[in-house]
Structures are given as C-alpha cells and as structure tokens.
C-alpha cells in the first residue's frame, strides 16, 4: 500500500468502489493492530505472571492518543479522529482481557457516558449504587477499574468522592471531563405536543430551568432519583400510551431508544464534570501528567501557608486546592491538592518530600494522564 494520496474519482460508482477498497485495507490494519494486541497480552503475561498481570496501561493510551491528535492532517478534526483510535484500543484491549467497569449508576448516567468515553464502548459495564460500592467493588477486585463524579464546574465538588479517598488504598488513574449536556427526549410512541410531566434529577431540572420556563412552561416537572430512571420511566410511559418526557443525556437516551425533541437544553453550555479513574495500580509517566494528593495538616498557625509555600519555590503548578474537615479531630482538615507532574518527576518528588516533612500525613492518590479527549 502506498502513501502518497490518490486523486479521488468523482463519480458516485467510482467513489464508492475507492471507500469499499479503503474499507478492506482499514479493516485488514485494525486485525493486524489487534494481532499484535494479542501478541503483547502474551509478553504481559509471560513476563509479570498470572496473578500481577496489568493488562490496561493508562499512560500508553494517552501517548497514543496525543499522537493520533499530533500527527492528524484532516479534513477529520483531532478529536474526531482520537475518538476512533480509542476505540480501536478499546476493542484490542477487550481481546487481551475484557475491563469490568464499575461506576455510578444506574446504567444511561453521565459517569457511564465518562467511563464510555475514557475506555471505549467495549468495556463490561458494572452500575452500583453509591459512590463508595464502586471503590469496595474495584478493592475487592471483582472490577477492574471504578468511574467517579469529583467536581461540576456550577455544582461545585463532589465530598463523597474525596471522602471516600481517605480509608482507600486505591489509586487515580485517570481523569475525564465530560461537557454535560441535556436533551428533551420522548418515547417515539409520544407526540411530543402532548406532554403532561417532564421527569429528570432535580440538578438537571435546575440545569434547564429557564430553558423550560421559556418552551416548556405550563408541563409540570417531576424529580426523579437520577436522569437514567427518568428516561427509562419516560419509555415504560410511552409503552402505555402516557406521554411523559425526560431529561437526560446521550447515553440513556440511547439506552432506552428515545427521540430527541430538542437537544443541548442546559442553560449554561459550558456546564462540566470531572470524573475519576480509580484503580489498584500506580501508572508510569506519560510526559503529560498531574497528581493528586491527600494532605492532613497539623492544626497550628500558618500550616497551609507552610504546605503551599514548597509548590512555589520548587516551581510545581498546582491546578487545585480543596478542604474537608478532619474525622480524626475536631479542626483539624485534611486538603486535596492537584498539581502538574508526575510524582516520580524531580521537582514533584521534591515537593513531597517536603510536604511530608510539615505534615502530619501526606498520601499521594495517584499520578495519571492529563485527559486527552
Ligand atoms: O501497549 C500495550 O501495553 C497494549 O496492551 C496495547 C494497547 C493498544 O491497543 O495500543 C492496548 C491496551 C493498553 O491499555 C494499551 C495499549
């Protein structure tokens, strides 16, 4: 196969007989790039051993996925073409060993549609209930991996995430934004002009509010437990011929094959969340990397000042700083703190060293790609 760029033909017979040879070349390069998937799968296991083994390698995901985006010449944008590379990885790496994924369910909620957009849709998704069911469920190993909320940019931080970071030995492996959007979705047996209730978590109704006041104003809005519930509840209706709509995200309006009656509803369109990655191993550097850290600090004068201080003189970017009050004793407050580097790099280990030495206890949660997509 050569590289130079053919002329394209400009019959509609000739262009489709030119996409079906492309086809049969890019379907043959994916099974050969899956070949040696399985390849490396042995290596892994010849090397480190049934029990050790680490399948999923978060920073080399990274490194491939920066590279796609570096070298991409379009006319498909750097994103657009990322996002069929991390499929591809997902599907080769669903060949060395299937990821069972836990995550904050139940299933059609945002963190799914993170934990989609981070691994790939070839995962073996596992929704539970609360924020600390997915960290005992990836501690006992029954899942790989975990996705959790930790902060939306109008909502502010999520405490039982960061909560639950104190009594695990868990590491972060992975952050994903997602931009959160909202779509007005109904059962394709409702006439959308019929609608009596609109259901959604009552974060999302709020997130739609003068969205629905202006277009929706006289339809009464019901809270439901969380936007998946709401669509699924929004189908069973529409299977009883009740016309009853919901708000709720791609991912669940999927799941419960629903129409779109008018998409990206929130008010805010630069509504975001992060999520976590967590799991039971440390990830080398990818070159392009961030930290976190859970620091107890000793309740006396100017202990923050004293934290905050070795950031500085080593150079070492901190991108956040969040406080939770102590359960060991009363005002004393343990904070949670991201900077830029791995922890291995020099000026990071430099900073810990001396953090540790102001600090009644300094535990690094974990060192992880920079979200690329
Ligand atoms: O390079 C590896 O270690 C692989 O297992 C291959 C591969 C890939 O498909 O490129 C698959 C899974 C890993 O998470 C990272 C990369």
Redesign the pocket.
């Known amino acids: 196969m050569s590289n130079s760029k053919q002329a394209v033909p400009d019959t509609l017979p000739l262009l489709r007989d030119r996409i079906d040879s492309i086809d049969s070349q890019i379907q043959m390069l994916i099974n050969e ?2 070949r ?2 399985q390849k ?2 042995e290596v ?1 296991l010849a090397e480190q051993g049934d029990e050790s083994v680490v ?4 920073e ?2 990274a490194q ?1 996925l920066r590279r796609v985006m570096e070298r991409n010449e379009g006319p498909l944008g750097n994103e657009e073409m990322a996002k069929i590379f991390r499929q ?2 997902s599907s ?2 669903a060949l ?1 060993k299937p990821m069972r994924i836990a995550f904050l369910g139940p299933e059609g909620t945002f963190t799914q549609q993170a934990a989609l957009k981070h691994f790939g849709k070839s995962i073996i998704s596992a929704p539970m209930a609360a924020i600390d069911e997915v960290f005992r469920e990836v501690e006992s190993g029954a899942a790989n991996y975990g996705v959790v909320p930790v902060e939306n940019s109008t909502e502010g931080v999520v405490n039982h995430t960061l909560d639950s970071f104190r009594d695990s030995r868990l590491k972060i492996c992975g952050e994903v934004e997602e931009r959160i959007h909202h779509h007005l979705l109904v059962s394709p047996n409702v006439n959308a002009d019929d609608v009596t209730h609109i259901y959604s978590h009552q974060q999302s109704l709020a997130q739609c509010r003068a969205w629905l006041d202006r277009y929706w104003p006289h339809v009464e809005r019901v809270a439901v437990s969380s936007n998946a519930e709401a669509a699924r509840l929004a189908a069973e209706a529409g299977r009883s011929g009740r016309a009853i709509a919901a708000i709720a995200g791609e991912v669940a309006c999927e799941l419960y094959g629903l129409l779109k009656v008018s998409a990206n509803i929130e008010d805010r369109p630069d509504n975001t969340t992060r999520f976590l990655i967590v799991g039971n191993e440390d990830v080398p550097p990818s070159g392009k990397d961030k930290t976190s850290l859970l620091i107890s600090a000793k309740n006396e004068p100017g202990a923050l000042y004293r934290l905050l201080e070795a950031f500085e003189r080593h150079g070492v970017d901190m991108t956040r700083l969040e406080t939770r009050p102590s359960l060991m004793s009363r005002w004393g407050y343990i904070f949670y703190i991201d900077f830029v580097g791995h922890h291995l790099d020099e000026g990071c280990s430099a900073v810990i060293e001396e953090l540790r030495e102001r600090a009644s206890e300094v535990k690094v949660l974990g060192s992880y790609p920079v979200a690329v997509l």
């Open positions: 790039r899956a040696c998937a490396v799968a892994k399948f999923y390698r978060p080399r995901e491939v591809v990885m080769c790496l060395e």
